[in-house]
Every structure is written in structure tokens, then in C-alpha cells.
């Protein structure tokens, strides 16, 4: 069965700086802050290419005004005074 990929190179690398620097000003962010924000649809793989840049980010579960839960991602003070 072949998989629907449509990944553009120029757009995910503008959404990891976008998403970096929101982390980096000490920011808490979800997938649906993500869509919001920055128009980015997979935070978790942008997540992933940032992890693999050198960034340590941190992943938590948050529970939503609706009972869900969902990872919410962030950088820890530390870390973010590292880089």
C-alpha cells in the first residue's frame, strides 16, 4: 500500500526554526499550538528534527479542559541557556 508523503524540505525547515525559537523563549508547545502558530501539521516529526539538531527537548503529558491528554513539548531552563 503506498504512503501519501507530501514533505517539502523548504517548509519543514522554516516550521523547526519557528518552533525552535518559541522553545527557546521558554515556551509550552502541542500539536494544535503548532497548527495555530505556524501552520505545521507534524509537530512530532518536526519534534524529531530538532531532537536530532542537538536540541534537548522535553515531552509531557497535559490533560486538556476536555478530559484528553496530549504532549505538550518544551525545553527545560538548563537546556536552553546552553545553546
Known sequence: MATNVNWNPETSATQCKQIAAY??????????????????MALPRRICDLKEKGYKIQTQRIK???????????????DRNEN
Open 23 to 40: 522553545l527557546m523563549r521558554g515556551k509550552h508547545i502541542t500539536a494544535l499550538d503548532a497548527l495555530n502558530l505556524f501552520g505545521c
Open 64 to 78: 486538556t479542559p476536555t478530559g484528553k491528554y496530549v504532549a505538550e513539548y518544551f525545553i527545560n531552563e538548563e
